[in-house]
């Protein structure tokens, strides 16, 4: 089974504090991706990466940026949390156009 | 404009009712592909279903079925004789080939099955 692991479950972090979100990946999959989860607005894509230290922005890339490094790891970055960005961060990953996988995504509380 | 449209934000239904959650989609692309995922109280996304472009037959799996009609830019999922454990946030995403696979989501649909 593909296993897609998000560092931590919960985290509260404080205002203009940096944060680090990890996610590692086991099956080898060239694609992965970030995603934020906001009740009524669903999924939207912040960042994608579709190989090492290859990056692209998806629909809300503003105070985030990403890092890959190695295949298997993609990390979220907020460079200076800000409490707007409180909310649910997914992580996930495939190969060419089949279906994503998902980890269990990350509770972020900012205050 | 939003490419994948799930218009019921919440349905609530009583245990045994079958019941049809509707996702409309939109692309310019000619090849593309659907999906459905489940999203339980536990948060974890779970994949339901994936469908390219080229293939319309209808798929049933178990209790779940899924109508893709293109020309309609419809695809939607029927649970048949629903259970409370089928009580969850449904997704309803599009992946397009121009745009390098990233997956597009609709905003879900919260289901309530009532015991």
């Known amino acids: 089974d593909v296993k897609v692991t998000q560092s931590s479950r919960y985290l509260v972090k404080r205002t203009g504090e940096k944060v680090f979100l990890e996610c590692v990946q086991d099956?080898?999959?060239?694609?992965m991706f970030w995603y934020r989860q906001d009740p009524g607005l669903g999924l939207r894509l912040i960042y994608f990466s579709y190989d090492v230290k290859m990056k692209e922005k998806g629909d809300i890339p503003e105070g985030y940026s990403v890092s890959r490094e190695k295949k298997e790891r993609f990390s979220l970055i907020l460079e200076s949390a800000s409490t707007n960005q409180t909310s649910m961060y997914l992580c996930?990953?495939?190969?060419?156009?089949?279906?994503?996988?998902f980890g269990q995504g990350t509770r972020l509380t900012v205050v | 404009a939003q490419k994948v449209t799930q218009a019921q934000t919440e349905i609530s239904v009583v245990e045994k009712e079958d019941v049809t959650l509707d996702c409309v989609y939109e692309?310019?692309?000619?090849?593309?592909?659907l999906f459905w995922y489940k999203q339980p109280p536990s948060g974890e996304l779970v994949f339901l279903i994936r469908?390219?472009?080229?293939?319309?037959q209808n798929e049933i799996s178990g209790r779940y079925s899924w109508n893709f009609q293109k020309s309609t830019s419809s695809f939607n999922f029927t649970i048949t004789a629903s259970q409370v454990v089928d009580s969850a946030v449904y997704f309803c995403?599009?992946?397009?080939?121009?745009?390098?696979?990233?997956?597009?989501f609709g905003t879900g649909t919260s289901l309530t099955v009532i015991p």
């Open positions: 996930a990953s495939n190969i060419y156009d089949t279906e994503a996988f």
């Open positions: 692309t310019r692309d000619t090849t593309y592909y």
């Open positions: 995403a599009l992946s397009e080939q121009y745009t390098g696979n990233q997956f597009y």
């Open positions: 469908r390219n472009s080229f293939d319309e």
């Open positions: 099956m080898d999959h060239e694609n």
